[in-house]
């Protein structure tokens, strides 16, 4: 490992170690019987935020070590039985269109799977033997569901095309070329709602879940995101173990697509004390 490298992972293994001890997550019970994914919903106005300090990625290729994202506020509430995170970010343009060369806005909250105070997962997506469920909204996802998918000619206004494969072939040669909805990618399928529900043991371990359980819900305007994401508290073996009373943390990541943000170029945080009140 050359000098520098060496330098930058010793850094953000320090990071990665520090609690924010400075800022703290309480999550206030609230009277909302549904999916608690609405950014306007007038309760947010009685919770304080917290500032979330975003750092840059520095450790996994490509780094990124100026995030367009300095900083997000963050609340959080629940309704005794599901957990909901406001998180509200200043980002010039809406970037919701994903073709060649353009990327979209996107958030992302981590929660470990199983919390222990002296023994927490690695705040960078987790580390092997220590899972931790990663919920990442998407702008792109949630214009699709409002706007209905794009067609070809939406993205790519001047293509030209002279036949599908599978205008000509079987359904299952024409597989091959069908890219990753060929292959089943789960990314790649339309979605009910505009968040992923992933699970992690460190990095390139992201697997999208079988059961999606996360609700999201995001708003741009006047230059500011504010995106809601919630899950309830019970759940299966992958899932984060949350409840009334309980203290654990979170961890957050956020990508500007209009600088040019995508995969590792990110901004992301430490764990963050996170009480379930």
Request: glycine content about 8%; overall charge negative.
């Amino acid at each position: 490992m050359k000098l520098s490298n060496a330098i930058l992972l010793g850094a953000g293994l320090i990071l990665a170690a520090t609690a924010s001890a400075e800022t703290a997550l309480h999550a206030k019970w609230v009277v909302d019987p549904g999916a608690m994914n609405d950014p306007r919903a007038a309760y947010w106005g009685n919770i304080e935020a917290a500032g979330v300090p975003m750092l840059g990625q520095m450790v996994a290729t490509p780094r990124h070590l100026d995030p367009a994202v300095k900083e997000l506020q963050v609340k959080a509430a629940h309704n005794g039985h599901r957990i909901a995170f406001l998180i509200e970010w200043a980002d010039p343009a809406r970037s919701d269109r994903i073709v060649v060369d353009e990327y979209g806005d996107q958030v992302a909250v981590e929660l470990p799977n199983q919390f222990i105070p002296d023994k927490p997962p690695s705040p960078m997506m987790g580390h092997q033997g220590a899972r931790v469920t990663i919920l990442q909204w998407r702008a792109a996802f949630q214009k699709d569901l409002e706007a209905g998918e794009p067609q070809i000619r939406d993205l790519y206004p001047h293509a030209l095309v002279d036949i599908y494969p599978d205008q000509v072939l079987r359904a299952t040669d024409a597989r091959p070329y069908m890219g990753a909805v060929g292959l089943d990618n789960p990314i790649s399928h339309p979605n009910r709602t505009p968040v992923l529900d992933q699970m992690a043991e460190g990095w390139g371990t992201m697997t999208v879940k079988l059961e999606q359980r996360a609700e999201a819900k995001g708003l741009w305007q006047d230059g500011r995101w504010r995106v809601v994401i919630s899950y309830p508290f019970s759940g299966g073996d992958n899932d984060p173990k949350l409840a009334v009373g309980m203290e654990t943390v979170a961890a957050f990541a956020v990508w500007e697509g209009g600088a040019r943000e995508v995969g590792s170029r990110k901004a992301w945080s430490n764990w963050v004390p996170l009480k379930i009140e």
